[in-house]
């Protein structure tokens, strides 16, 4: 297959003085709709130069998130809760195990390019899982990152990684689900991303025999978004945590 979206431009780094992107991870399995509203808080802030960029990785009980194109025929039960949310894809399912990153980045400042920003969370993840001896690749007709599985037959290939986004005045919202070890069996209430057939499927590292932590994960994403994206600082998990849970209290 050749994937002509290789030839975008990769990589939106800072601003000349712009001060580092925040750098938060929140220990506790986060509700979606306080996450949404947390979010959503901090990219109108980002918008307004009174808040800082922001990358937030967490985890989600397990639910199922609709895109603005998704088909209500692909929603194929209704175990988890269903949220309806603004970024652009289809259904999607989050749950523990998997690595939610949420980014809240001002494109005036790096560059306004929607096209570019998404291929530059796709080389993120590529990067990253390379360090795990996984090679992740982009289609041109299938946004996120895909892992080829000739072991399973001829033209086979899993997704590892979902992305859809967001952008708001220039803010992004939303970003990227990795499998890291999810439970594979709850993506079988949707049809993940609209993509029906039956050669593509759905994997993750466990699933791939790397087994790895969370936190090792969380180490190699910040390194290669820092090579791609620029500095970071990081803030207090616990910090981060109560002022997602004092906000949406505020609601």
Same mark, same amino acid.
């Given at each position: 297959?050749?994937?002509?979206?290789?030839?975008?431009?990769?990589?939106? %780094?800072?601003?000349? +003085?712009? %001060?580092?992107?925040e750098w938060s991870i929140s220990e506790?399995?986060?509700?979606?709709?306080?996450?949404?509203?947390?979010?959503?808080?901090?990219?109108?802030?980002?918008? #307004? +130069?009174?808040?800082?960029?922001?990358?937030?990785?967490?985890?989600?009980?397990? &639910?199922?998130?609709?895109?603005?194109?998704?088909?209500? !025929?692909? =929603?194929l039960e209704t175990s988890f809760p269903?949220?309806?949310?603004?970024?652009?894809? /289809?259904?999607?399912?989050?749950?523990? +195990?998997?690595?939610? +990153?949420? &980014?809240?980045?001002?494109?005036?400042?790096?560059?306004?390019?929607?096209?570019?920003?998404?291929?530059?969370?796709?080389?993120?993840?590529?990067?990253?899982?390379?360090?795990?001896?996984?090679?992740?690749?982009?289609?041109?007709?299938?946004?996120?990152?895909?892992?080829?599985?000739?072991?399973?037959?001829?033209?086979?290939?899993?997704?590892?990684?979902?992305?859809?986004?967001?952008?708001?005045?220039?803010?992004? &919202?939303?970003?990227? @689900?990795?499998?890291?070890? %999810?439970? =594979?069996?709850?993506?079988?209430?949707?049809? %993940?991303?609209?993509?029906?057939?039956?050669?593509?499927?759905?994997?993750?590292?466990?699933? =791939?025999?790397? !087994?790895?932590?969370?936190?090792?994960?969380?180490q190699v994403l910040r390194a290669e978004?820092?090579?791609?994206?620029?500095?970071?600082?990081?803030?207090?998990?616990?910090?981060?945590?109560? #002022? /997602?849970? @004092?906000?949406?209290? /505020?609601?």
């Amino acid at each position: 297959m050749v994937n002509t979206r290789d030839d975008l431009t990769i990589g939106l %780094p800072l601003a000349p +003085g712009a %001060p580092p992107v925040e750098w938060s991870i929140s220990e506790h399995v986060i509700g979606y709709e306080d996450a949404l509203a947390a979010m959503t808080d901090r990219a109108t802030a980002i918008a #307004e +130069g009174e808040a800082r960029e922001l990358v937030w990785l967490l985890e989600h009980p397990p &639910l199922y998130t609709a895109g603005t194109s998704a088909r209500p !025929q692909d =929603l194929l039960e209704t175990s988890f809760p269903v949220y309806s949310t603004g970024r652009g894809g /289809q259904f999607t399912y989050h749950g523990p +195990g998997q690595r939610v +990153g949420y &980014l809240m980045l001002d494109l005036k400042g790096r560059a306004p390019d929607v096209r570019r920003f998404v291929a530059t969370i796709e080389e993120w993840i590529i990067r990253t899982l390379a360090a795990f001896d996984v090679r992740g690749e982009r289609r041109d007709d299938r946004i996120g990152v895909w892992v080829p599985r000739p072991d399973k037959g001829g033209g086979c290939e899993d997704k590892i990684a979902a992305i859809g986004i967001r952008v708001r005045r220039w803010v992004t &919202l939303h970003g990227f @689900a990795l499998n890291v070890a %999810p439970d =594979l069996t709850h993506f079988s209430g949707i049809v %993940p991303c609209g993509v029906t057939d039956p050669r593509y499927g759905i994997t993750s590292l466990a699933d =791939l025999g790397r !087994q790895v932590s969370m936190s090792d994960v969380d180490q190699v994403l910040r390194a290669e978004f820092e090579s791609l994206f620029g500095t970071t600082a990081g803030v207090s998990r616990a910090a981060h945590y109560r #002022e /997602q849970l @004092a906000a949406a209290a /505020q609601r």
